[in-house]
């Protein structure tokens, strides 16, 4: 299966900053996703990243707050913007491979304080 | 809408048993479905993956099985072991490479 390699694996942050977390992937693949793990609750998905195209939103999230890049097949950034302490969550990245399905990176822990 | 509930949300074993941890979806047609385990403010592993045209599923002490026509998937785990206490998570695809729904969730503790 497909290695994702995501950092940072924690962070603090001030209220009002912004924080960019970043994936790198060992393969190529086309679409790459992100997730948000809001404190005691399953995971939620933020967004579609697809090379050369912008993400695709889900409904709740907007690119303004949760701006994303994906400059080519093995990486993708996801930037939390103006951040509030509501935002404390774990940060996700996702490949899918046909073989092996779903892959996740190994999260983002993020205080806001 | 597809929703997914997992069963029980909490379970405490002594080491050395063997535990069943349930999956249900509300809609049957799946493209695959995946478990996955959480350790605390952790990325997920994935355990095992059942495509649609699958019973079931095993690696090592974890066999999965997979019900779509009763909307079921349960989760067996052999000779649990202190190192098996994590969040156990079930997951649905309905297309390929499309979005996950994810269950609930099964926090188990294995105690010595």
């Known amino acids: 299966s497909a290695v994702i390699s995501q950092k940072p694996s924690r962070d603090i942050c001030q209220r009002g900053t912004s924080l960019t977390i970043q994936c790198q992937v060992d393969?190529?693949?086309?679409?790459m996703f992100w997730y948000r793990q809001q404190p005691g609750q399953s995971l939620t998905l933020i967004a579609t990243?697809?090379?050369?195209?912008?993400?695709?939103?889900e409904s709740g999230f907007v690119i303004d707050k949760f701006p994303i890049s994906r400059p080519n097949l093995t990486f993708s950034t996801l930037t939390v913007s103006n951040m509030s302490p509501e935002d404390s969550s774990i940060y996700l990245c996702?490949?899918?491979?046909?073989?092996?399905?779903?892959?996740f990176g190994s999260g983002t822990r993020l205080t806001v304080v | 809408k597809q929703e997914v509930t997992q069963i029980p949300a909490a379970l405490s074993v002594p080491e050395g048993e063997n535990l069943v941890l349930n999956c249900s979806f509300t809609?049957?047609?799946?493209?695959?479905l995946q478990w996955f385990r959480q350790d605390p403010g952790k990325g997920l592993t994935s355990l095992l993956l059942?495509?649609?045209?699958?019973r079931e599923q095993t690696s090592g002490r974890l066999n999965a099985s997979l019900d779509k026509s009763s909307g079921r998937s349960t989760l067996y785990i052999a000779a649990s072991q202190p190192g098996d206490s994590a969040t156990y998570l079930c997951?649905?695809?309905?297309?390929?490479?499309?979005?996950?729904?994810f269950g609930t969730g099964t926090r188990l503790q294995v105690t010595l």
């Open positions: 059942i495509q649609s045209s699958q």
């Open positions: 996702s490949v899918f491979t046909a073989n092996y399905g779903y892959t």
């Open positions: 997951a649905v695809m309905a297309g390929t490479a499309s979005k996950l729904t």
């Open positions: 393969s190529q693949v086309t679409m």
């Open positions: 990243a697809n090379q050369g195209s912008e993400a695709t939103y």
């Open positions: 809609d049957s047609a799946i493209y695959n």
